[in-house]
């Protein structure tokens, strides 16, 4: 089982500026089977990226993923006030089991 | 719309027992793997179940193994957890996820979730 680890645990930026959030894989990760997430306070989680670097319908084109093997990224090109919450990446293989990383917090400084 | 909507979740006693269901609105379920998630309070997402379209093949972490079953009924579309043998460390929010159509493993519509608290 593939185990996620993301960096920072917290990450203060302003609004404008660029935000970069780190996901590790314990393995590398095939066919770049990586999502990331966004959770506000009391809401579910909001699909951003899948297969690494594709966005989801509706996802503004500031978000981008990247990366390959073991090493993940997410990038937010100029912060909103709206994009300040939790994020989450997530691996998903061909079948069950999933996981998470245990989440970077965006906050705003 | 799509629309996922949790419910059964509660306070329950540790040892003690509940049903949660997912109904689905908008589309087929039937065409869908579909997955449980939780979270527990200030803690970010565990996978707790899947379950494919037919119901014939079930995933579950391994803390919840023998105890939890997922199930679903696609003539009610609807989608469903049952907890047995609940201890404090099952108190969460419980989500019911939906893959991108065709897909499978991320998740694009969630429920709203539904809370289950289990007291000592």
């Known amino acids: 089982e593939i185990v996620l680890t993301q960096s920072p645990g917290t990450l203060s930026l302003s609004p404008g500026e660029r935000a970069t959030l780190s996901c590790r894989a314990s393995?590398?990760?095939?066919?770049?089977?990586l999502a990331w997430y966004q959770q506000k306070p009391g809401q579910a989680p909001r699909l951003l990226i899948y297969?690494?670097?594709s966005r989801a319908t509706g996802i503004p084109d500031r978000f981008s993923g990247s990366g390959s093997g073991t090493d993940f990224t997410l990038t937010v090109s100029r912060l909103e006030p709206e994009d300040f919450a939790v994020y989450y990446c997530?691996?998903?293989?061909?079948?069950?089991?999933?996981?998470f990383g245990q989440g970077t917090k965006l906050e705003i400084k | 719309e799509v629309q996922l909507v949790e419910s059964g979740g509660g306070l329950v006693q540790s040892g003690g027992s509940l049903r949660l269901s997912c109904a689905a609105s908008?589309?087929?379920?039937?065409?869908?793997?579909m997955t449980w998630v939780r979270q527990a309070p200030g803690k970010g997402l565990e996978w707790v179940a899947s379950?494919?379209?037919?119901?014939?093949?079930?995933y579950y972490v391994d803390s919840v193994k023998g105890r939890f079953t997922v199930s679903r009924d696609n003539a009610k579309n609807s989608l469903y957890l049952q907890m047995n043998d609940l201890t404090e460390d099952d108190t969460a929010v419980y989500y019911c996820?939906?893959?991108?159509?065709?897909?499978?493993?991320?998740?694009?519509?969630w429920g709203q979730g539904t809370p289950v608290t289990v007291s000592s």
């Open positions: 996820a939906r893959p991108r159509y065709l897909q499978f493993g991320h998740f694009d519509t």
């Open positions: 908008g589309f087929t379920l039937s065409t869908f793997w």
């Open positions: 379950i494919n379209q037919g119901g014939s093949e079930k």
């Open positions: 393995q590398s990760v095939t066919n770049n089977y």
């Open positions: 297969g690494t670097s």
């Open positions: 997530q691996h998903y293989g061909n079948s069950p089991p999933y996981t």
